[in-house]
């Protein structure tokens, strides 16, 4: 039986490195993912969107390695809480940059299994994140 991987994050500024990540999360099963509401994103990173949640979802959804797409419906960090037990989710996939011990430990706590993702690079392309890609535009 193919494994359900879970995926949680913004995915405003959708590029690159989103895709690998959602490549790589699809090499160990079925890739479900949570993003962030509009509100919930203005709360955690004091910024509006984008795009729209819907924008971002429908975006989302046209990607291959996607089987479905949610917006959070919870608040705060663990704005993807109550689709866990709708989900059931053999595996949570996180990058570097949303890993936490608050995320670790509710996850955990619910008998899923937590990986990181080792953001792998695809052949000559670059490993892609938001931040750095931000900070570009910035300068």
């Known amino acids: 039986m ?6 949680s994050g913004c995915f405003d500024v959708l590029h690159s490195g989103h895709i690998r990540f959602l490549e790589e ?3 160990l099963g079925d ?3 949570s993003i962030g509401s509009d509100a919930t994103v ?3 990173k004091n910024r ?3 795009y729209t949640e819907n924008e971002r979802k429908y975006m989302l959804e046209s990607i291959k390695f996607v089987k479905q797409v949610f ?3 919870d608040d705060g960090i663990l704005d993807f809480a109550s689709l866990l037990d709708q989900v059931k989710p053999d595996i949570f996939f996180v990058n570097s940059d949303g890993d936490s011990d608050i995320k670790r430990q ?3 706590s619910k008998g899923i299994e937590y990986k990181i993702s080792q953001r792998k690079p695809k052949g000559d392309l670059p490993v892609r994140s938001t931040t ?4 570009t535009i910035q300068k």
């Open 2 to 7: 193919t494994k359900k991987v879970f995926v």
């Open 25 to 27: 999360a699809a090499e």
């Open 31 to 33: 890739v479900y993912v």
């Open 42 to 44: 203005q709360k955690l």
């Open 48 to 50: 509006s969107t984008l």
């Open 71 to 73: 917006i959070g419906p």
């Open 106 to 108: 509710f996850v955990e």
């Open 132 to 135: 750095s890609i931000r900070q």
